[in-house]
């Protein structure tokens, strides 16, 4: 008797504990994936069909240093709905990245600290699939 009572409070005890990681996890994975409160910093065409936006993270306080994250993507007439929804191919501590294009290759330099760089990002140009693909070349800003 005292055995089944053992096991019906261990059950409960168990299935709250899994209860509150579930919630955790949920709760974790909601406010991970909520959308950078960025505002857009600056545009540029690099080659037909392919522009650059450099968007800057607006709640950065007096000890925070600025971020900036750059997109690839074709030329939006109101881009922040549509980069909010993807990814940046870099992220960091400065907005003058010299950025050039000679077709789908583009060159990044920048002197500052990197927070994220992926060599490859696409977007859709009508239906057709656009992968450009991206080098970097960064050197320390040394401050």
Known sequence: MQSSMVIKWFHRFLTLSLLIVVITGFLIYHFESAPYDDSLYGKKELSEGTWLYI????????????VYRYYLNKKLADP???????????????????????????????????????????????????MPRIDLTASYAGQ
């Open 55 to 66: 968007t800057k993270y607006k709640n950065s306080g007096a000890t925070d240093t600025d």
């Open 80 to 130: 922040l709905p549509v980069l909010q929804q993807s990814a940046p191919f870099l992220t960091a501590d400065v907005a003058d990245a010299t950025i050039s294009s000679a077709g789908q290759h583009v060159m990044v330099r920048l002197s500052g600290k990197i927070y994220s760089f992926s060599n490859s990002t696409f977007f859709y140009n009508g239906s057709e699939p656009v």
